[in-house]
């Protein structure tokens, strides 16, 4: 919930949450009253679509690592398609890069991971280890 909100407020592409009880979390739905938003990894895009995501995808890895925080599973499966945009899901085991030792491998990962699904829509990719240096240095060790 903690991570949702702070995303959220940063105006990254994640369902807004509205409440928590226990375990559970109630958020915004993706969807409309018929169909709920598919995976991203189940809709075909059109090329010059397929760009302008991947590009807004990028984005948000940076806005989540501006706000210290790592998805560490970002992939087509985490992301719901709805309305020419994608929202991103599943953030329980995001990490702060502050405190967890494996947080750059886990955004070299969650870089590929886009990339790997992004280039069979034919988009030219960042190199994975490129970017995460590039965006690294910037958000969190400038020594790196």
Sequence with gaps: MRTLKLLHDARADVPEPFERVGPVILMEYIGDAEHPA????NVDLEVSEAG?????????VEIFLRQHRVHADLSAYNMLY???????????????PRYNDDAFDLLIRDLDNIGTYFAKQSVE?????????????????PQR
């Design 38 to 41: 598919p995976v991203l990894l």
């Design 125 to 141: 990719c960042v190199d994975p280890i490129a970017h995460a240096l590039e965006i690294w240095r910037k958000h969190v060790d």
């Design 82 to 96: 709805w309305d020419d945009a994608v929202t991103i899901i599943d953030f329980p085991q995001a990490v702060d």
């Design 52 to 60: 302008e995501i991947y590009r807004r995808i990028l984005e948000n």
